[in-house]
């Protein structure tokens, strides 16, 4: 049990209201209505003392799916963007992407913070403490270890209250890992939509956006006679003439359409994945320069989410131009083209704030049911999206970031902040994020690696990365040219297909990491010595 006392601000007419109190949170639900003056909602806090003993493991859920989560001690720092002159990141954007432009990071040791969920764990004993209900603002979780303080935050400034307000709704539990989390997804009534497993090909991680239709055949024709009957084949970035022009192909690149692409694929017997990224157009966008007035506006500037095409702003899905838009490419990709599948990325960008009507959380959720509806059945990869307002509403869903084709990126990329793009980090969130899969969505831990040629991983580096995606996720996806595998790949891609099958999977993270599980009723261990050596040589392991 834990005594909170909490502050709620309103902002009346001319002057503020203070309204002070305590509530405990005990085993199960927790829910905090109150009666306040109408008007608009300043801040939401509240806060108990909590000191935690050294062999203490502290997990703060990080704001979207890319966000770097591991477990802390107290000891470690969580950092935000690179500590830039405010010109560079302004100039690159750097704040966009994530939490940074509305969420304070002390930037010291044992000072951590996260959202939706966040658990406390000695050995296998977990102590979870999540939110119930997002819609009236993001449950923001923090913990200092100097001060010896557990806090929790609506993130609801400026949101207008009507007179009875949700402050928190709250779920505790402790126990072993399935308990705690079983428990509190039984609370929220959240099942996943699917439990039909995703393998295939994604054609990202070796050509990214440089993809022709022929390119994407001699791809297709390589995975074919690898892939099993109904496996994804996904065409990723570069098919659209610019992010944000979705109605036709590039015309260069794809001279006879998409139909033709999902008729190719249809025909080897796989399903057909198309990437997007619905919500947000880039710079050189026919969708930007002929509808300037589709786009969200700060301080009566366009809203750039961050500098990737050259730059890209966010849609707005409040005016109802926006939404047909939305809804007819969806017909389009479906209905017209044939695919089965969409890739959804960028999804942050649809709510980087809220409004006087609805916190930024609940206009996340609200983007998402859209999505629903326009996909209907259609299976949704999601991705760049925060987690809770996926949760039910995708069908497979990213929980890291983006791999890299080699271990943890330049040097200069370690300093850009928590949603960069890492192998290395990508693994680490498929450890610490395993606990969504098959209770929220089925978990994308994005791609591993056989090949040889162009990627710089170690054979180890590329062991460890494969099992855990196998082991852990839901969606197990390459971008390999297949036809090039030898007989050893063919047997470890053969064998990571068997590894789905996997029962009673675990990592410990208890001195040497391991993972471990029984196969064929065998038991098995993988050391992940690859991660301990990474996080043993690179001081900015917690960055």
Known sequence: MLQFDYRIVVQETLDPTLIKGGFRVETGENRLVLKLPEGIIRSVTARVPLRLAENVRIFMNGYQAWTYCPEYTARDVQRDHAPLPRVLVDRFLLDRCADYHFVDYPNRRGAFHGFSYCYFRVGTRYRLLASLDERPGYTIFRYDAARGELSIERDCGGVHCDGEYHAFDLFCAEGTESEVFDAW???MGVQPRTAVQLAGYS????RYQNINAKCILDDLNGCAPQLAPGDL?????????FVGDWMEPDGVKFLYGMKDMADAIHEKGLRAGLWLAPFVAQKGSALLRE???WFLTRNKQPWADGSNWGGFYSLDIDRSEVRDYLARVFRRVFDEWGFDLVKLDFLYAAAPFGTRDESRAARM???MELLRQWCGEHPILGCGVPLMPA???VDYCRIG??????WDDKLYMR??????PSTRRAVGNVVFRRALNGRAFLNDPDVFFLRDDNVKLSAAQKKQLAVLDAALGGVLLHSDDMSRYGEDARQQYALLRRLREATDVRVDTEGKWVLRFRLNDAPCQLPLDALRSQRRKFPLDKF
């Open 291 to 293: 509808h300037p007035d």
């Open 401 to 406: 970031c983006d791999v890299t084709l080699d």
């Open 365 to 367: 959720i609200r983007a």
């Open 415 to 420: 300093l850009i902040h928590r949603e960069r």
């Open 233 to 241: 084949f996904q065409i990723d970035d570069g098919w659209e003439p």
């Open 391 to 393: 949760f039910g509403l």
């Open 203 to 206: 054609s990202w991680y070796n």
């Open 185 to 187: 997804f039984a609370a």
